[in-house]
């Protein structure tokens, strides 16, 4: 019988929960696969057909969270009507709130992707998709309606913005203030920055720095490269000149 693709979620989003239930009980390393699809009630070629590795885990648990975020965000009826700063600073809040009930297991995850030899911070990168295509419509949105100027590299701030979310992230699992306080003067003060340079001219001016200094260095390196080619062609022509008999 053909599994329908509601099913499927469900049992996904079940292996997940019990993935993060035993993996902060036991850590990351010593929760096998095996253990999760018992504790999730699920065969081991279930598990496997879902998560063939517990990596695959850890960047499903990520995109989850990012889905659930989206769909809150897509119920606030008036969202549309926020300013770009509130539907930024509501996008990052509302998904430390879905992580709020699983604070434990995102500090496992942050802990293993500053550690070098795990290479986790490559598997955040890469589940960055669903965060990126929402900032991408709220700057487009944004840009629109004139709230701000079409900021220089556009197609570079949605993954900006990702760098940020994890330097929030690092920072609220650190942040033992009540009710995380110091991360909402945190978010509220870097916000404040970036809408700032957005709504000046600064960006403007510093790419259009940026790209007078590289136009100014390669054309002098073009030029060097023209004179030492220049130089070499008179020395090949000296040389076959030798060897023609001239």
């Known amino acids: 019988m053909k599994v329908s693709q509601s099913a499927k979620e469900k049992t996904k989003i079940k292996i997940l929960e019990s993935a993060v239930e035993l993996m902060t009980i036991k850590g990351y390393k010593n929760a096998s696969l095996r253990e999760i699809a018992k504790e999730a009630g699920v065969s081991n070629p279930t598990i496997y057909n879902y998560f063939p590795s517990k990596e695959k885990i850890l960047y499903a648990y990520i995109e989850w969270k990012l889905i659930e975020t989206k769909q809150v965000l897509q119920e606030i009826e008036d969202f549309h009507t926020y300013t770009f700063r509130e539907q930024l600073q509501t996008l990052i809040e509302t998904q430390l709130e879905f992580y709020l009930e699983d604070r434990e297991f995102v500090t496992q995850i942050m802990s293993m992707a500053l550690t070098p030899s795990m290479g986790t911070m490559e598997l955040i990168y890469r589940s960055k ?90 054309l002098s390196s ?12 008179k020395i090949k022509r000296k040389l076959g000149e030798v060897f023609d008999g001239k």
């Open 222 to 233: 073009l030029q060097k490269f023209s004179t030492k080619q220049s130089g070499f062609s």
């Open 129 to 218: 998709e669903k965060f990126t295509e929402m900032v991408s419509e709220i700057l487009d949105i944004a840009i629109e309606a004139e709230e701000i100027n079409e900021p220089p590299f556009k197609e570079h701030m949605p993954s900006l913005f990702w760098d940020y979310n994890i330097a929030v992230v690092a920072y609220w699992i650190k942040d033992d203030s009540e009710m995380f306080e110091n991360t909402t003067q945190f978010i509220d003060n870097s916000m404040g920055v970036v809408e700032a340079l957005l709504h000046s001219n600064v960006l403007q001016k510093a790419s259009d720095l940026g790209m007078f200094m590289f136009k100014t260095h390669m």
